[in-house]
């Protein structure tokens, strides 16, 4: 028995009086606490006042049996372990009772003191299991509250990023027909929130799709390549216009937090690129588009072969087409990024398929009277219904340019112009 008195005493139940001196005494010599009864009807009223661990009763008793006694304790104390005393074996009885749990074990007179000892210690176990799993059930409900809670609050913290991610809501709705068109229409948001942006997006996307047609990927990563080609941006819709001007003709003019914003932007676009692809590899090669090989990127600092294999090809790709330098003097920088900014590898495997490739022309924007023959259109034209008046791609001629002015004075083009240079 433990060397120490249990918190909870035990509950002894017998009519003779020398039989419950006997086994009160030979309890305590073990160090436990014993509340004696010859009375199975007060033992009960004790039963209602305070806890027992363990339930001890003699099966003969002038007012009702032990096995009637323990069914009624097991009504009020659950978790008490119970235990009937009998000198007349009644297998199938016993056996029953124990089976529905109304009985813990059953001990025979005359009893044997290790017997006695070894059924109450393992009865003392049984009952603090009990009392410590239901104390795990509490604490586990506990916490699961806490955590609904915890989650009610996290969705009230990223409802500014709702707000921005409600630009993909028809992006997420597509998806579910062609996934295809949702990464399409990803790529029409851009465009219309910064003209250049989504032609970089274009640029990269063939770039990357050249790199994955290659031997060196899996199709898993050809997948994660091509669908980070097209969403590592999506972020930058976060990002003020003039302070993504601001980044790209005088960086160092950027304030700490301005800066951060710019570095944080391949999360934000891991983010929103959640709800096109849920693949989480698609959203690491999002994230680490802009680590560099020697350490020195973001948002992680990741360095190496520690960048996916997929990120570190997508920011070569990157690296070439940002620039907007003519072709040579891009190449040029990507060669002497390579080992510092650019994985070796990746730079070898751009090289091999960049011939292949024209870097797309610079978009400006135009109004309506400035439209000319020879201008090829960056973005269709829609009317304000949303009908494809003249997609993308059309180079316009003086009956185009009638039909777009004619429209609009029949419907309004409220839309954004935008031609090649």
Known sequence: MNSTPLSLPLLIVDDEPAVLRALTETLERENVHVVASSSASKALALVKEREFSVIIADQRMPEMTGLEFLVQCKQLQPHASRILITAVLSLPTIVDSINRGEIFRFIAKPWLREELTTTVKNAVNRYELLVRNEALQ?????????????????????????????????????????????????????????????????AVVEIADKMAQTEYFKDEERHVLRAAAWLCDLGLIGVPRDLLRTFRANPEKLGDHERTLIRNHPIY?????????????????????????????????????????????????????????????????????????????????????????????????????????????????????????????????????????????????????????
């Open 138 to 202: 509490k604490e586990t409900q506990r916490l699961n509250t806490e955590l609904t809670n915890a989650n009610q609050a996290l969705e009230l913290q990223v409802r500014d990023l709702e707000l921005q991610r409600q630009a993909l809501n028809h992006a997420n709705q597509a998806l579910a027909i062609r996934y295809d068109h949702s990464l399409d229409l990803c790529c029409r948001i851009l465009t219309t929130y910064d003209p250049l942006l989504g032609g970089q997006t274009k």
């Open 269 to 421: 676009s891991q983010t929103l690129a959640s709800n096109v692809d849920a693949r989480a590899s698609v959203g690491e090669a999002i994230r680490a588009h802009h680590e560099r090989f020697d350490g020195a990127g973001y948002p992680d600092g990741l360095a190496g072969y520690a960048i996916p294999w997929t990120a570190r090809c997508l920011a070569v790709a990157v690296v070439f087409v940002e620039s907007s330098l003519p072709r040579q003097q891009a190449i040029d920088l990507v060669l002497s990024q390579s080992g510092q900014a650019l994985d070796p590898e990746a730079v070898r495997l751009f090289l091999k398929v960049t011939h292949l490739l024209e870097l797309p022309r610079q978009v400006r924007e135009v109004l309506l009277d400035d439209l000319q023959p020879g201008m090829v259109l960056a973005g269709g034209i829609y009317s304000p219904h949303g009908l494809l008046l003249i997609s993308d791609g059309v180079m316009l001629t003086p009956p185009t340019i009638a039909k777009i002015r004619n429209h609009n004075l029949i419907a309004p083009i409220n839309q954004r112009l935008l031609v090649f240079s």
